[in-house]
């Protein structure tokens, strides 16, 4: 099993800045590839970024350019800046993790308790 907790989000304005971040816990050799995802509310789960053991990363198009995720694989955590944010940005961001073969839409089996980010207009 493995266990995530968040911290990092909050309140700010339209094209402020805040940092997630994420730790991992317990059986953190099985974890190949960690996370972050949001839901708004009314909305479904989706994947905002991604990156792997080896460094590989993905984000969804609406954050490009815009968030930057980065991983401390010795601390077992995964981090999240994220500037110029939008009121879209708006939701319950989920720290996800998970072993080989994660499917990225779906995410892998671990997650944390979410934290919120609220962007004011």
């Known amino acids: 099993q493995v266990q995530l907790v968040e911290s990092g989000g909050g309140l700010v304005q339209a094209g402020g800045s805040l940092r997630l971040s994420c730790s991992a816990s317990?059986?953190?050799?099985?974890?190949?590839?960690m996370g972050w995802y949001r839901q708004a509310p009314g909305g479904q789960r989706e994947m905002v970024a991604t990156i792997t053991n080896r460094g590989v990363i993905n984000y969804t198009d609406s954050v490009k350019g815009r968030f930057t995720i980065s991983r401390d694989s010795i601390k077992s955590s995964v981090y999240l800046q994220m500037n110029s944010l939008k009121p879209e940005d708006t939701a319950v961001y989920y720290c996800n993790a998970g072993g080989v073969g994660v499917i990225l839409r779906v995410g892998g089996p671990y997650w944390g308790q979410g934290t919120q980010v609220t962007v004011s207009s």
């Open positions: 317990g059986n953190r050799f099985s974890i190949a590839i």
